[in-house]
């Protein structure tokens, strides 16, 4: 009996031996991974905390389109809208403000309702000049300039494209508007291709 | 996508709103993906991430249906035991 105690004594000796051994070895591990990876999780932390930036495009994430749709049909067009007047004016016959973002700069160009170009107007020539051109100031300032010299013209009425997603995006039409035009449709033409020539490679951040 | 300009992806200003037509334009092209699939091809997607995402969205779209239904269930008011899983 009392060697079969002993025995089993020590086997739960050996066996708290060994649990001990591999706790420490696997902290001993634990801690080197951390190291190692602890670079990398601090940017990730770093970058998840970050605010999302900012693409001026309002209302994307919200939801609730199917109630909206139902209750306003009429705000989108139809076969009849080419012909229909807006303001005694035939749509088609309205002159367009193209608006081009991109992430570094937002470029206005007033064009007649056939699409030649008249005026254009970029942050850049604005006087914006290095990152102060991708900014939402400076694409509503082009805008404000640009429609100011439109409404020189005697136009009243506009129909709007914008093309792209940068900071200038909602500012450049806030832009429009306040100088007292009467934006009468706003389209977007974003060239978007689901089966594109291949894009450059990618950024390595 | 090639459609008509003018008719495709235009929202026509009410009461010189241009802010929520604008609103309405983003909401829903995100909605549908347009925005995604232009950022997406601004830079190339290589090969393995592409199976990476779409593995993702594969699991993510079982994982809301699922959830969906769940949740259904639970909101459901006509039923036998009022209060399933609950004795």
Request: charged share 25%; net charge positive.
């Amino acid at each position: 009996m009392s060697l079969s105690l002993k025995l089993t004594a020590l086997s739960s000796l050996l066996n708290v031996l060994k649990t001990n051994v591999s706790n420490r070895t696997l902290t001993m591990s634990s801690a080197l991974m951390d190291k190692k990876v602890s670079r990398g999780e601090d940017r990730k932390q770093m970058l998840a905390s970050m605010p999302a930036k900012d693409e001026g495009t309002l209302g994307e994430r919200t939801t609730l389109i199917d109630s909206l749709i139902s209750a306003k049909q009429s705000i989108f067009p139809d076969g009849t809208t080419n012909t229909s007047a807006f303001n005694g004016q035939i749509f088609n016959d309205i002159p367009i403000i193209h608006v081009r973002v991109s992430k570094n700069n937002t470029i206005v160009c007033f064009t007649d309702a056939q699409g030649v170009p008249k005026i254009i107007r970029s942050c850049g020539i604005e006087g914006f000049k290095n990152t102060r051109k991708g900014t939402n100031i400076a694409a509503q300032a082009t805008a404000s300039t640009l429609s100011a010299k439109v409404v020189e013209r005697g136009v009243k009425n506009v129909r709007i494209t914008v093309r792209g997603l940068g900071p200038g995006r909602m500012s450049a039409l806030k832009g429009i508007q306040m100088s007292g035009l009467n934006v009468v449709s706003v389209t977007d033409t974003t060239p978007v291709s689901w089966n594109p020539p291949r894009p450059r490679k990618a950024r390595r951040l | 996508m090639k459609h008509v300009k003018f008719l495709s992806r235009t929202v026509l200003v009410q009461n010189n709103n241009v802010e929520e037509a604008c609103r309405v334009l983003n909401r829903i092209l995100g909605k549908e993906e347009i925005f995604d699939q232009y950022r997406r091809t601004r830079y190339y997607e290589k090969p393995f991430l592409v199976r990476r995402r779409i593995n993702f969205e594969k699991c993510k779209a079982i994982y809301n249906e699922d959830m969906n239904r769940k949740i259904q269930m639970v909101l459901r008011k006509n039923r036998l035991d009022p209060f399933p899983g609950c004795h």
